[in-house]
Nanobody, 124 residues
Framework: QLQASGGGLVQAGDSLRLSCAAS????????MGWFRQAPGKERDFVAA????????YYADSVKGRFTISRDNAKNTAYLQMNSLKPEDTAVYYC???????????????????WGQGTLVTVSS
């Protein structure tokens, strides 16, 4: 129901935009999040956005470089990633929840629906 796309192989300093499209479900009432999982590591929070887009949250490691956004008319959320670093290499997952996640947006168990992940590889 969530389809993440836009990953690829880039060089350090490059940009990518990930998309998360919903099918069979309207995202306008859902909080959205992006997580990432590097090889051999746990899944980490990256960014989150409220269903109105008025509240944005970022992990410290991506603050100032990544921007989360959404277009409810297109039923799609985005993650614009600039100034990419090799340590950003991971599989990126989008997630959605209708719960009030204002106190738990960093926690993966908060989210009810997940995309399949898209691989981002940043070479040095």
């Amino acid at each position: 129901q969530l389809q993440a796309s836009g990953g690829g192989l880039v060089q350090a300093g490059d940009s990518l935009r990930l998309s998360c499209a919903a099918s069979g479900r309207i995202l306008s009432n859902y909080g959205m999040g992006w997580f990432r999982q590097a090889p051999g590591k746990e899944r980490d929070f990256v960014a989150a956005i409220s269903w109105t887009g008025s509240r944005l949250y970022y992990a410290d490691s991506v603050k100032g470089r990544f921007t989360i956004s959404r277009d409810n008319a297109k039923n799609t959320a985005y993650l614009q990633m600039n100034s990419l670093k090799p340590e950003d290499t991971a599989v990126y997952y989008c997630a959605a929840t209708r719960s009030d996640w204002s106190a738990s947006y960093r926690i993966s168990n908060t989210y009810d629906y997940w995309g399949q992940g898209t691989l981002v590889t940043v070479s040095s």
